[in-house]
């Protein structure tokens, strides 16, 4: 929305064009109302997808009570068409034709049954059953892809029972985002997908192609020329994935793909910043998978991780194998009032409103009035006292410290600790919390006015 405004300055008329940013809506299919939460086959499997694997991660999602706790979906990756030459990793070198009626063929080894079977299984336990493609002829492992065969695929994976699909875009040069073939391709995936009346969450990988480099570099200063660049770094806001990810699809990932390690975790959740405005309901920022459970990091560091994916309101899936869950993992992704946090209603994505060199602190308001807060301490040495303003400090009416709580002049506020589940008290002005190295505190703030 456009309003003109006529003001003065210095006795001289001039009129200002005042723009108004409306609350972003997303694909209406009404599929994912709140962040998705489930579980992912890649970090687990890879390629080395099979039904027998899916139906055991199936029952563990149930035994560990991971379904109850809100995990519901089941998402199979890449590595499930049927591939006449495999590579020794596990990836398809040839992929195999499609079938008479021009529909992908699950592989018979794998899975004997058929996908439908999978999916049976995975609905008679309480579950939804993802599936993965790409908007290319080969997806990144060089299975068949749904480039040119979109509605036909959209079609199938919805006579499968399939509930959630998953779009790899980006990894292969035989549709750009520079020409329109890719959201080209992308889009009528999404149509297909609407067309077939079954209610599906439609998920874009896009973080390769779409994302642009971190540093703006509109003349290309210095870029490499070659095939990649010429076809999927994103140079205009046109082809940024958030100028048309929250028409397009349920979610979509901004950067590449995350890595069990502390740097990709705070690089793909940095990306985020100032990219709030683009999510709601139905339309979710996604920083990519969650890696906790896979045991590269260290708990501090896999506190921080799921502290701060709640705090963005971004979806929770993890992706390890569900046998070597262990008792920290299970308490920390069951938490229910973290996921509360990550669930709420309003699905704002939370602010990173102070990060200077060792400290982060990212704020999210909640439904109720309250407020969540993630302080992350980057320092991989010492602890550090992290403060969080909770209003106005000695009358200082600065309009900047609204940015942190609307609390007013030496108002007070409760605050809760989310991961030790208990209240900490009511505090004036400021609390501060002491955390260590490379670790989190997370807390639910109460205004008190």
């Not at 990988?205 to 779409?210: H, K, Q, R, S």
């Not at 958030?242 to 390690?261: E, H, L, Q, V, Y």
């Not at 200082?396 to 410290?401: A, E």
Request: hydrophobic share 40%; glycine share 8%.
């Amino acid at each position: 929305m456009r309003t003109m405004v006529r003001l003065s300055f210095c006795n001289r008329p001039f009129t200002v064009l005042v723009l108004f940013c409306a609350i972003a809506s997303g694909l209406d299919n009404g599929a994912a109302p709140t962040p998705p939460m489930g579980w992912s086959s890649w970090m687990a499997f890879r390629f080395n997808v099979s039904a027998t694997k899916l139906m055991r991660m199936a029952d563990l999602m149930v035994s560990s009570g991971l379904r109850d706790a809100g995990y519901v979906y089941l998402l199979l990756d890449d590595g499930w068409p049927t591939c006449s030459l495999h590579n020794s990793d596990g990836g398809c070198s040839i992929p195999a034709p499609r079938d008479a009626q021009g529909r992908i063929v699950p592989d018979p080894a794998k899975f004997p049954d058929g996908m439908k079977a999978v999916a049976d299984y995975v609905h008679a336990s309480g579950l939804k059953l993802g599936i993965y493609t790409a908007p290319h002829k080969q997806t990144c492992g060089g299975y068949t892809g749904s480039l040119g065969h979109e509605a036909v695929d959209a079609q199938t994976f919805a006579d499968w029972g399939i509930d959630f699909a998953k779009l790899d875009a980006g990894c292969r040069m035989d549709c750009s985002i520079h020409d329109g073939c890719l959201l080209t391709s992308l889009t009528a995936m999404r149509d297909g997908l609407n067309a077939t009346g079954r209610r599906i969450v439609y998920y874009i990988d896009d973080g390769n192609p779409t994302s642009g480099p971190k540093v703006y570099n509109p003349y290309r200063r210095s870029w490499p020329d070659n095939e990649f660049t010429r076809t999927h770094i994103a140079t205009s806001w046109s082809e940024f994935v958030c100028s048309w990810g929250p028409d397009m699809a349920n979610m979509w990932k901004i950067w590449f793909d995350r890595w069990d390690g502390w740097q990709s975790l705070l690089d793909n959740t940095h990306q985020q910043v100032g990219m709030q405005w683009f999510q709601s309901a139905n339309a979710f920022n996604n920083p990519d998978f969650m890696t906790v459970g896979q045991g590269g990091m260290t708990q501090g560091q896999y506190r921080a991780e799921v502290f701060l994916y709640a705090t963005l309101g971004a979806p929770l899936i993890v992706s390890f194998d569900l046998e070597s869950i262990d008792n920290f993992t299970r308490s920390l992704v069951l938490n229910p009032e973290i996921i509360a946090v990550d669930q709420d209603p309003d699905c704002v994505q939370g602010t990173n409103v102070d990060a200077y060199s060792a400290a982060d602190i990212w704020i999210k308001p909640l439904h109720d009035g309250s407020f969540a807060a993630t302080l992350i301490n980057k320092d991989p040495m010492n602890a550090q006292v992290i403060s969080l303003r909770l209003g106005y400090i000695d009358g200082d009416t600065d309009s900047s410290d609204e940015d942190f709580f609307p609390a007013g002049p030496f108002k007070r506020a409760k605050v809760r600790d989310l991961y030790a589940r208990q209240d900490l008290g009511v505090f004036e002005q400021m609390f501060n919390a002491t955390v260590p190295p490379m670790d989190a505190v997370f807390v639910r703030v109460f205004p008190t006015f």
